[in-house]
């Protein structure tokens, strides 16, 4: 098990940020500026933790987790459990900016959904580098949520990674992980190359409330 305090990307990804927002065209300028101050608010704030483990597939109880879970693990006998968090601090913010000004706290959320997601990223570039320098290849990370599989499987990745003690990260009654910004998934690792697989709309728990869908594009294309 590693445990990481990795620091927040270097430079947003300003454009996925205004999709979060909403902005389908070109953002005008007093929108850009907006979005610059939540995320020089968001930065200080926020505290980045993850923690990642090696564990094999079979020792983890997947059954009634959905087939396409199983479809994006097949030919890995090993998997990665990763968890990463903004932390309690981007929460408070959030909080704070919802009671006091809207427009700021619309932007931070954005912002802050983009950087994990960004941070994400890193983390698993540097896990592929990692396990390619051992001649071993991994899939990309698939989420709880993502496709037929079920939310409450991330009480169980918590559980394997003991994220409230390592990263302050726990799961609510829902589901939901509290700090709101955060990710858990798994990543299988083959001895061969192996993509995975992520579901189609049809099948996504998200689909009613999806913002890609909204825009008439889906996950995969952005």
Known sequence: MKILQPPLPK??????????MGCTQKADPAT???????????????????????????????????????????GCENAV?????????????????SA??????????????TLIEQLC???E?????EYQAKGLYITGRYSPGYGDCPLALQSVFAAYLDTGRKIGLTVGSSGLLLPRK???AILGISQKPVTGY?????????????????????????
């Not at 570039?125 to 580098?129: S, V």
């Not at 709309?201 to 409330?209: D, Y």
């Open 11 to 20: 430079e947003l990804d300003a454009a996925q940020a205004l999709r979060y």
């Open 32 to 74: 850009e500026v907006l979005l610059q101050k939540a995320e020089a608010l968001l930065r200080p704030a926020a505290q980045p933790h993850a923690v990642w483990m090696e564990c094999p597939v079979a020792e983890l109880p997947l059954q009634n987790t959905g087939s396409d879970l199983a479809r994006h693990l097949q």
């Open 81 to 97: 459990l990763l968890a990463v968090t903004l932390g309690s601090g981007t929460d408070r913010l959030l909080q704070r900016l």
């Open 100 to 113: 006091t000004e809207l427009p700021a706290a619309v932007a931070a959320d954005a912002a802050a959904s």
């Open 121 to 123: 990223d890193e983390i």
């Open 125 to 129: 570039r540097e896990l592929r580098r």
């Open 182 to 184: 955060s990710v858990t």
């Open 198 to 222: 992520r579901a189609g709309c049809a099948h996504c728990v998200l689909q009613k409330t999806c913002q890609y869908r909204k825009r008439g594009v889906s996950c995969e294309q952005e």
